[in-house]
């Protein structure tokens, strides 16, 4: 299997490179050069399988240049951190299955995604003798999922820039707890958009970006969305029945419900994908009415899908464009000058054909906390609430709808409290990190400064 650009300006490279690059040289995104058919007998034959015998089976159609036995081990000690011997259980309350994607070491979906991409990079440096220096900049939940990702690891080390004092004091000390050598925190005194301006500065750096080899973990990465794949082949699987079924997606990146889109495009049956968004909704109205319009970010209890530019939506355009990259290169060029980019009746339709969205506000989120709560005295986190919400309104009394968990509800216990009057019972996992010893750089937010601690500890 080989991988292309969505801007078609690299050579294809196998999947050891793809996943090496990150994004790709020409400034577009990684994906294969086709799509894995499956036809119903395989899916039959895949649907009981265990977790990790599925994902080897999905994820080696795409990492053919990875020994079976390697990409067994690798796979193997990524989901063994999981704490439900299902990886993914599925759920049904109230009906509507609910796909719990939060088993993993930091309790969110992110898990699923870079436990196999710290794994993948540690092989990966390992085989080539080389090193790498992760930088990253986060709000919450993608820096504390990929410092589990990689602690510990050879040849890596992971510099990564909170907010000082804006996180959640328990995504603060998911991340500061970790005292493995090769993990630096830095909390800057600023907003993340300070630490994201400082990491953007640094990758454009090329000198200092080449000199100690800085990699990124963020959600761009193909081995992000390959992991992501399997869960939807394993949702339904577990299905009473496997007919065709609905998937409802909590969303920010596009990442989660674009590996949705892959798995349809593989062969499973899949009615509609429910692109489910809060308040920052460019997406929603992208399926909508064709406008895909930048605006400001605004920020709501699922912070972790306070997102305008969706960067994994420029992979389905590639498709919606039939696969054109030059169509690509200019309607990126046209956002860039414009802030938006604009789609016929034709394409719009074509959206329709795959996905529905749903927007749900602060208050509706809230109130299905509370009346699911209610209901089936099930806790859902905020995130999933949005999806759930989404569900409710887009498919009612649909039989086969399944929605993504996407975080533990004890993760944003403040939004659950407003929601439920009290707050959630705190997991073993997230318990013992209370009172534990912390180790954390504060800066101020000073690129020059922080180019020398990475340098100094790099
Ligand atoms: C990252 C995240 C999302 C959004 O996923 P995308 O792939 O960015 O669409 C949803 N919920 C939670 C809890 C997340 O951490």
Redesign the pocket.
Known sequence: MKYISTRGKIAPVGFKDAVMMGLATDGGLILPESIPQLDRGTLAAWSKLPYRELAFNVISLFATDIPAFDLKALIDRSYGSFEHEETTPLVQKDGVYILELFHGPTL???DVALQLLGNLFEYLLKERGEKMNILGATSG??GSAAIAGVRGKENINIFILHPHLKTSPIQALQMTSVLDENVHNVAVEGTFDDCQNIVKALFNDLQFKKEYALGAVN?INWARVLA?VVYYFYAWGRLPEQKEVIFS??????????AGYLAKRMGLPVEKLLLATNENNILARFVQTGDYSLGKVVQTV?P??D?QL?S?LERYLYYLWDENPEKVCSAFAELQSTGRIVFTKEQVLRVQAEFMSCTVDEQKTLDTIASFNRETGYLL?P??AVGVRGALECAPGHPRVVCLA??HPA?FGDAVERAVGSPPPLPPALAALVGKETRCELMAPDREKIKAFVKAKA
Do not use: R
Request: zero cysteines.
């Open positions: 969110a979906f992110k939940d993608t959600s992501q997606v909590p969303t920010g990146n596009f990442g989660d419900i674009f699922s972790s899908m997102i969706a994994n986190d995130h999933t996407t975080a993760k």
